[in-house]
């Protein structure tokens, strides 16, 4: 039943996205809301971590097989793909570029703020 309450909790957020996705006018994806709100709610203790802890972990772990439904889309539109391949995979390599090093910034940069936090704290 506590899974049950958690997925309903993280789902409830996700139509809250989709929701906004509809009404707002802008190019948002539905899922970067629901994501935006679920931070918001854990940083502000709205949402419990515990309350939807075992759910995400476990939403996680399955991750890779939702990437199937995909895979199998692009497999089944390579006529229409293969002529934009190359423009395609430059774009996706600078893209993960781009988010990596975003990411890691982003990151070191709250590992030092934590760390001057914990020493303004001594």
């Not at 309450?5 to 629901?34: D, R, V």
């Not at 692009?74 to 002529?83: A, E, N, Q, R, V």
């Amino acid at each position: 039943m506590k899974y049950i309450k958690q997925f309903l909790i993280i789902l409830a957020i996700s139509f809250i996205g989709e929701l906004l996705k509809y009404l707002l006018p802008f190019p948002i994806p539905a899922s970067i809301y629901g994501m935006a709100i679920l931070f918001t709610g854990l940083m502000t203790g709205i949402i419990k971590l515990d309350s939807v802890k075992e759910t995400g972990k476990f939403l996680i772990e399955i991750m890779p097989v939702m990437f199937i439904p995909a895979g199998v889309g692009i497999m089944t539109s390579w006529g229409l793909l293969k002529p934009i391949l190359v423009p395609v995979c430059i774009i996706t390599v600078v893209t993960v570029v781009t988010v990596m090093a975003a990411t890691g910034r982003v990151s070191q940069c709250i590992i030092r703020m934590n760390k001057e936090k914990g020493k303004d704290d001594e």
